[in-house]
């Protein structure tokens, strides 16, 4: 069978959005589409079939990560057997913002390409009325700068883009930010991303959508190393401190670095790590005790479990 669909096309046909069926297909193998000779993939209509099947089984409790691979006549006997699902008025508002959000993802990539300040700003306010918040970080702003990241990679877009890409949305992260008050008596969070570690628009974000949910922020910057992040980690004494790890994803230096960890940090102050190559790292992360946070989305639980949580009291240093 010919493949001939754009994925815009099959983002329309099986109401998945473009960002999931990149990530199914890349994470999970679900589909392989092949790539036309301007770039674009390109997908069958059995492909097709194939996504809008997976949607209906993840819809009805099946994990993405089980059924992936699955072959297509198991794929249409699970929803036969589960039944089609009715939307709820809540998955219409969550496929709407998820519409939405795609036609600002790609209208964004365009705009990138031109280096058009203007108009990539507009869009990113835009997007944020639109969307609200926390929506705008989730479904916009975080797939944008992975998807800018994989752009990059991928020798389509160029250091300048990605350098433009991350001073302008850092930019509209500070004034998006702004609004939410915090006092002495909110939480803090305290993020970073370690030696080696040069882009930082992941923990920028993290550190916007931890304000928007109650907690006071302090950002140190990109490529700190692990012993000066640790002395300002005790200088603020805060209630959970966070690393951003994105490229590469195979740092020896690194991985030395993250288990110095447990010696220098509060023994009571939970760490954090995420960025799109922290899965890399999970071996180490069980070592030293870190939680790994895979998305933006499940960052906010974290927070709210480290929240309610009664905060002991810091160990007075012996002189």
């Not at 109650?214 to 140190?220: D, F, M, P």
Request: glycine content about 6%; charged content about 25%.
């Amino acid at each position: 069978m010919k493949p001939v669909r754009t994925i815009k096309f099959v983002a329309r046909q099986t109401g998945l959005t473009v960002h999931t069926i990149r990530v199914w297909e890349k994470r999970y193998g679900a589909v392989r589409p092949v790539r036309a000779s301007n770039n674009r993939r390109l997908y069958t209509e059995e492909d097709v079939e194939r996504l809008r099947l997976l949607r209906e089984a993840t819809m009805s409790g099946h994990a993405i990560g089980q059924i992936a691979r699955t072959s297509l006549g198991q794929l249409q006997n699970l929803v036969r057997d589960a039944g089609a699902p009715r939307p709820s008025t809540r998955a219409k508002r969550v496929a709407h913002i998820n519409q939405v959000a795609d036609v600002f993802l790609e209208a964004a990539i365009n705009v990138l390409t031109d280096f058009d300040t203007r108009r990539f700003l507009k869009l990113l306010d835009q997007a944020a009325v639109e969307l609200g918040s926390p929506a705008v970080l989730q479904n916009f702003i975080a797939p944008l700068a992975e998807r800018v990241g994989e752009l990059w990679r991928g020798g389509e877009l160029t250091v300048a883009h990605e350098h433009f890409a991350t001073n302008h949305i850092t930019e509209f992260l500070r004034t998006f930010a702004r609004p939410y008050s915090e006092s002495d008596t909110s939480p803090h969070f305290v993020l970073a991303t370690p030696s080696g570690q040069l882009h930082e628009l992941g923990a920028t974000i993290a550190a916007a959508a931890a304000r928007t949910h109650g907690w006071r922020t302090t950002y140190l910057g990109a490529s700190l190393p692990i012993e000066e992040f640790a002395g300002a980690v005790h200088r603020l004494n805060p209630r959970a401190v966070g690393l951003s790890i994105v490229y590469p994803p195979d740092d020896r230096a690194l991985r030395r670095d993250l288990l110095k960890l447990p010696e220098l940090l509060p023994k009571n102050c939970p760490l954090l790590i995420g960025g799109r190559s922290a899965e890399a790292y999970l071996d180490v992360f069980r070592k030293i005790k870190a939680l790994h946070v895979p998305t933006l989305l499940a960052l906010f639980p974290i927070l709210d479990r480290l929240q309610q949580k009664e905060r002991p009291a810091p160990k007075k240093r012996t002189k």
